[in-house]
């Protein structure tokens, strides 16, 4: 299929690179240097009610899960007619969310995000932050094996950051220093302490990559990121103090016809 509005990155990290990036993120870091959604209450409630109101839920993929485990203990603690959890990730990350939780419905598994090996398995596929490499190429290869993963029928509920949010936030502010870490034109952005250029895609182009890896797209909405724990969040990591200039991302649902 054509694919549109393609963004050429300023320089990309191989595969390699990329893959270490993140293994050292986990590992070494303990994933302190990144804005972080999963322990959000609030997000997790939002997540899981997503995943009730779909008829067909007992098999759910959350690939590049991270290290944290508070989604899937979550999910196997609130949504009880579930069969299995699947969380994907680098090796060097699986290791450690393994190693912090066990549950018979949880499996861990090392694969990569834009080849999943999976074939019409799913019925639902979570993404948290997880398709935001600043290689586009990269982001619609992962939008794609989700998409071979699920089922007919099946759903993909993801949330994805998007620079406007960075942009509304900045103009809400005295200062536009914010505005150094932003690239329109390649709606990325820089973030300081992952030292990285990381695409956050505008509404009108998250659309068409969903669109285009096969997908309809059946609803997406703004995220506020408001719940007490965004706010303390928010103030540590991005140095937002007003509780009303938040952080927002754009939840989607999307199927597979
Ligand atoms: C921003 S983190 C989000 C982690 C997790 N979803 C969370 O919200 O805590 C992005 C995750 O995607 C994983 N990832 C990125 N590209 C990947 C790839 N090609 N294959 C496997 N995992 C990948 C990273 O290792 C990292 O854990």
Redesign the pocket.
Known sequence: MRQKWIITPKETLNDQE?QAY?ENT?IVENYET?W???EDPVLRHKLIAEIRSHPKHEKILI????S?TVLEQDFVESLTDISAIYC???PG?IKVAAGRYQHDQVHYEA????DLGFENEFDVVII???V??ESDA?NRA?LRSCYRSLKTGGVLIGLFPTIFAAVDITYLEQSRERLKCVDLERSALYETQQNLWQIFYTPLRLRQIIKEAGYQLNKTEIFFCDSPYFLEHSSQYYGIEDPDNVVYELLVVAQKL
Request: hydrophobic letters at 25%; charged letters at 20%.
């Open positions: 990329r993140w986990h990144v972080s959604m999963t690939p590049g899960c991270g944290r994907t990730d680098y990350v694969r990569d995000s834009q948290v932050n997880s935001l490499s990269e992962i």
